[in-house]
């Protein structure tokens, strides 16, 4: 099933000895595998995806330094044959596990959850400090202002995922979006350098020691309000441990009162992003609150 993936890799690196292929379940834009147990490679699943993956790869090299968590530092590529497929990187493998939610409640210390919530609120600080010349370096031209790409995404939930929502739901939708684009919550937001994904699912972490050990998919990484990587972190792991990682991060009172919406829009991003790919675990995973 994935040895496409194996032949494309050894064709651009002959020399690169594969043992050990395992294929990864997550993942919602890219197919992953993991190759010898020590190297993540991944391949974008769309067409849309190579440029992101490309976007990505720039990021990367661009914020590592401003950066103390690890992050993926890509080692292998291919971007020359841009078919979903062909095009992929490969970086070495973060050692640890996603910190799930579950994860998180099951740690009786709590000067762990207190160094976990510290060490998260003290990655987002760097990256959304990472200086104005790197930040427009790797400006791209579909970034837009947080105001303008949410008054798009209502557009994109009202014309298509409507049909599939009750009426009340509807409303209840409509009402939170003209809320924030019309009020003062979504007025004068600074812009920063954002992760974009900044959930469970791409922060990792070492039950062992009880620490973070890197910050992983940078998929979605581009200009954007810090406000909306915060919304990761509530809708992961809940009120208490947001309010946690908050007190470690200067300016946190300004973006707090944004972290509400985003997380509402992200059911409704995710039924979006299955609806458009065909990818029906994804939209029914996303609707099923709002039929």
């Known amino acids: 099933m994935y040895e496409p993936y194996i032949d494309r890799i050894t064709e651009v690196y002959p020399d690169l000895r594969i043992d050990d292929c395992v ?23 769309y067409e849309a995806g190579i440029d992101a993956l490309s976007k990505e790869k720039t990021i990367l090299e661009r914020i590592s330094s401003f950066v103390t968590l690890p992050i993926p530092l890509p080692q292998y590529e291919a971007f020359e044959k841009r078919e979903a497929g062909h095009v992929f990187i490969g970086y070495p493998l973060i050692p640890g596990e996603p910190l799930w939610k579950e994860s998180l409640n099951g740690i009786a210390d709590g000067r762990v959850v207190n160094r976990l919530a510290s060490q998260l609120a003290a990655f987002l600080t760097e990256l959304h400090s990472v200086p104005a010349e790197i930040v427009q ?32 739901a509807q409303a209840s939708v409509t009402e939170t979006f003209e809320a924030f684009l019309n009020g003062e919550a979504g007025s004068g ?52 441990f947001f309010d946690m990682c908050m007190e470690h991060y200067p300016n946190g009172p300004k973006v707090k009162e944004r972290v509400t919406f985003y997380q509402s829009t992200f059911a409704l991003q995710e039924a979006l992003h299955g609806l458009l790919h065909h990818d029906r675990q994804a939209f029914e995973a996303g609707i099923k609150d709002y039929r």
Do not use: C
């Open 23 to 45: 294929p990864s379940d997550i993942g919602q834009n890219n197919d992953v595998f993991f190759i010898n147990r020590s190297l993540v490679f991944r391949f974008p699943k």
């Open 189 to 240: 937001i600074e812009t920063t350098l954002i992760h974009g994904d900044f959930g469970a699912s791409n922060i990792i972490w070492q039950p062992v020691t009880g620490a973070v050990s890197g910050i992983i998919d940078f998929g979605g990484s581009g200009l954007g309000d810090p406000a909306y990587d915060w919304a990761g972190i509530r809708a992961s792991y809940g009120e208490h």
């Open 137 to 168: 370096a790797v400006r791209q031209p579909d970034d837009r202002d947080p105001l303008d790409e949410m008054s798009e995404l209502f557009n994109q939930i009202r014309h298509l995922l409507f049909p599939y929502m009750r009426k009340d």
